[in-house]
């Protein structure tokens, strides 16, 4: 029997016999605003603040009129300008989208991308479409890591953005050539030695004077980004921007 046969009718009629269970809470119910997500949890998802600096993307800790159409650059950046032109996130890395994402990246959950990217599509898809001649560039993962997982998350996030905004996904014109350790539990300095040296540019000709969307789930404190922004520069791109479905606090 044909594959598409035997799902036809082997396996779609079994999918019935279980109830969807929610992807963050675990109980049973289907959500009616994103799949694998029930309505409570999809109330809790904390998106960003609407009053952000227009360079890192960070919400600031005062509020302005948004409708005045003013851009605000927070004292940091005043001081110390980011190494790209301009950051944009969706969500605050906690609640809901936390457990989606560490379920996306480490339980083997590949379909649970489209709705975390369904869950950013608001703020991001808007962004995305002010630079209609981009390239998304997702953050690659180490080859061991991609044989040991199948797939690479961020790839899988990014490709959802760039069916929405048309944009070219360009996945592996930068690669990591280091089997770094995680991130996670490392101070600001040890991630950026970590990280140091870990890109690649492996097809600069198609970064070369464009707008380069660099893409990733998690922003933390930059280390990853700023390093994958030194690699992108020697390509001589227009401009790099950096796109996060969340933003995991004040790194
Ligand atoms: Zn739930
Ligand atoms: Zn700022």
Request: charged content about 25%; hydrophobic content about 35%.
């Amino acid at each position: 029997m044909p594959w598409a046969d035997f799902v036809n009718h082997a396996v779609k009629p079994l999918t019935g016999m279980f109830p969807v269970k929610c992807s963050c809470c675990g109980r049973h119910g289907k959500g009616k605003n994103i799949p694998h997500l029930c309505d409570y949890c999809f109330g809790e998802v904390a998106l960003l603040p609407g009053n952000v600096c227009s360079l890192c993307g960070r919400g600031l800790d005062f509020e302005y009129e948004i409708d005045t159409g003013d851009l605000y650059t927070c004292g940091r950046c005043l001081k110390n300008p980011p190494v790209y032109t301009q950051a944009h996130f969706a969500l605050s890395y906690e609640g809901p989208a936390r457990e989606m994402i560490h379920k996306l990246k480490f339980s083997g959950s590949p379909y649970l991308a489209r709705p975390l990217a369904m869950l950013g599509r608001d703020t991001l898809v808007p962004w995305l479409d002010t630079k209609p001649e981009a390239v998304i560039v997702p953050v690659p993962l180490a080859r061991r890591k991609l044989l040991l997982r199948g797939y690479n998350p961020t790839y899988l996030l990014a490709r959802w953005f760039g069916k929405w905004t048309r944009l070219e996904v360009a996945e592996g014109s930068i690669r990591r050539v280091k089997n770094t350790a995680p991130q996670f539990g490392l101070k600001e300095k040890e991630r950026r030695k970590n990280v140091k040296g870990a890109f690649k540019p492996y097809d600069p000709q198609k970064l070369r004077g464009r707008d380069v969307i660099l893409f990733d789930d998690i922003y933390t404190t930059g280390a990853t980004i700023n390093e994958c922004v030194k690699v992108i520069n020697t390509a001589r791109p227009a401009r790099i921007l950096v796109a996060a479905l969340c933003h995991a606090g004040d790194g």
